[in-house]
């Protein structure tokens, strides 16, 4: 079988370590087809339009998709195609890997985010000259699927619950149904939860990463904290995200474009890679996506590394060493 | 003149720290009329009501209230308290002291937390079984407010500015108000601004918490972020706070009631002291907040120190030799 897979380097790095994880997937033994297409800033500048219909459409369709990164233009084309894909869960992991400079190297995280509501639900208006709102969404049958997600996940892997990251004390009602409906697909399954404050968490994730494990959390809590957990890895670089949905998902880097260093060749294209990786055990190939895990974390450990991380190979290096190892 | 400071311990530790903060306050050369009063879960299990009436009249009509912590009724308490002194901005020093284990040592910051709305405003809704809302709300008026405040606040003391954090890619008309509206004030008043995304903003202070100063933000963003530089500078136990309203303000520790220690008299009075010292500053007595401040700090590097910070002292040790050092 065939797996079509949307190409969407998008602008700045993206152009560069997007093409290094297609690299990377070539030099597997899978019958993959790679359809490019466009987005951001560039085809923007082009056509008046960040996220041509094409592109939303090959998205839409193609079994997974590879996002690189967008510039100023990265609201515009993200949020469009965490929709077309369907996609009700955001998975990204944040881990610390030896060898790599980490602010809490002891840090190993996997949050579970909400990834079609909160105050991404984007219902917004100027009332007045003076007042504005923003009418935040939060829905039983959204809480309901990612709380079976995440039970299916902590079963599937070695966890022994999650932790459900909320602010009912002062979103009683909507982060309210959030906890609760969490808490009871997690009971129905049983699968142990603690529930902790989202500042309590901020806290307490800084003080000591280890006391937690997987976190389930709505929307823009789960953008907050899981950069927050990046920082105490040591930077965005290393972070993989998937955009899971029923029928298909997108894979990004959780970095942006690194305009400073776009165009160089130096771009560090870990982050991209990886989360070829999670496509990979996305759509079955959990053997190859482990020896892509293992490759990276090997490179990252011994090099060549990339001027990020403090060596002076280029993308092109790292991305074969990377490939070497498979 | 005589200051009339209503004093509210609440529960758990606030009985042990806000005492201990009095204590340091009388054994100043300033006039000072003290009145106590409760609020939290105990006098809510007598009295069915989290906050008295009488305590909120008091706390609306002194000159300042000082304020401990309050357990599960947390947000039933200062919520309206804060509401109580029409406080507009929650002003959140985090930094790190010589001598404290710090995840980042070289933390120094200052929140100036927008206090009245934002999804605080907490206009919530239970729509149908499946959907609820929440009505965030951000008013230019509250922004300007806030703004001027934050200029007269890099006026007065040695800062080159302020950053704007605000999450306006995604909550474009309403963070998109608050930013514009801080930026244009600010440009009014020649103080410089940078503007940083609020999850880029979490990345960011992990890396390097130097490269920001003064951070100005909307209210719910400011909860998390500086309970995010809490674990920076090694927990909640050190971060004083004040809640500044036109005529009148409060002032509290970020931490909480600390149920495992409670009346053990072991509790850290430090962040409640120096919340004092901030209700001395906004009184008008600098000198006497600056010796309170440096007090602490002398102690803090010192000794004698409580259990949570390594050492063995009591509350009333470690408040004695802060009063030693006045
Ligand atoms: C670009 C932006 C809209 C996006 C988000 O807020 O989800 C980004 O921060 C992310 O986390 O992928
Ligand atoms: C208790 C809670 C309502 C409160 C808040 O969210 O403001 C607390 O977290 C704080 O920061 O003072």
Known sequence: MTHEIAVIPGDGIGQEVTPAAVEVLEALEIDFEFVEADAGDAVKEETGEALPQETYDL???????????????????????????????????????????????????????????????????????????????????????????????????????FSIVHKANVMRETDGLFRDTVKSVADENGVETDQVLMDAFATRVCLDPEQFDVVVCPNLAGDVLSDLAAGLVGGLGLLPSANIGPDRALFEPVHGTAPDIAGEGIANPAATIVSAAMLLEYLGHDAESDAVHEAVEGTLEDGPRTPDLGGDASTEDMTEAIIDRL
């Open 59 to 161: 998205a839409a369709s193609a079994d997974a998709t590879l996002f690189g990164a967008a510039g100023e233009t990265a609201a515009d084309v993200i949020l469009p195609l965490r929709t077309a894909v369907d996609s009700f869960v955001n998975v990204r992991p944040a881990k610390a890997y030896p060898g790599i400079d980490a602010v809490r190297p002891e840090t190993d995280l996997i949050f579970l985010r909400e990834n079609t509501e909160g105050v991404y639900a984007g219902h917004e208006d100027r009332l007045t000259q003076d007042v504005s709102t923003l009418t935040r969404v939060v829905t039983e049958s959204a809480s309901e699927r990612l709380a079976e997600f995440a039970c299916d996940y902590v079963a599937g892997d070695d966890h022994d619950g």
